[in-house]
């Protein structure tokens, strides 16, 4: 594969870290299955309705928000390293078939 497809095929995969991380913001855990974390995605929505209805007051899962919207930042940046290393050894291994 030519480095050019190669890029475009990272660049059409890759997620967003402002996109993830607003989505983390506003429902707790969308972020995360945004980026294919889906059990990851259930634990933090399933933890911060059980400090808000725990709590009695929404606002006291605040703090954890915040938590949400810089690791849903982060969490796209590890889902893209990881989507370029599939896409590099699966270029890998189709250049090795082609031999």
Request: charged share 15%; net charge positive.
């Amino acid at each position: 594969m030519s480095d050019t497809k190669l890029l475009l095929t990272i660049e059409s995969r890759k997620k967003s870290g402002w996109a993830a991380a607003f989505l983390n913001l506003f429902l707790p855990g969308a972020g995360y299955a945004y980026c294919g974390r889906w059990l990851l995605a259930a634990v933090a929505f399933l933890f911060a309705g059980a400090i808000a209805i725990g709590s009695g007051d929404a606002t006291n899962a605040a703090p954890l928000a915040v938590i949400f919207f810089i690791d849903g930042f982060f969490a796209a940046g590890r889902f893209n390293k990881k989507l370029i290393a599939s896409v590099l050894a699966e270029d890998a291994a189709t250049a090795g078939q082609s031999k």
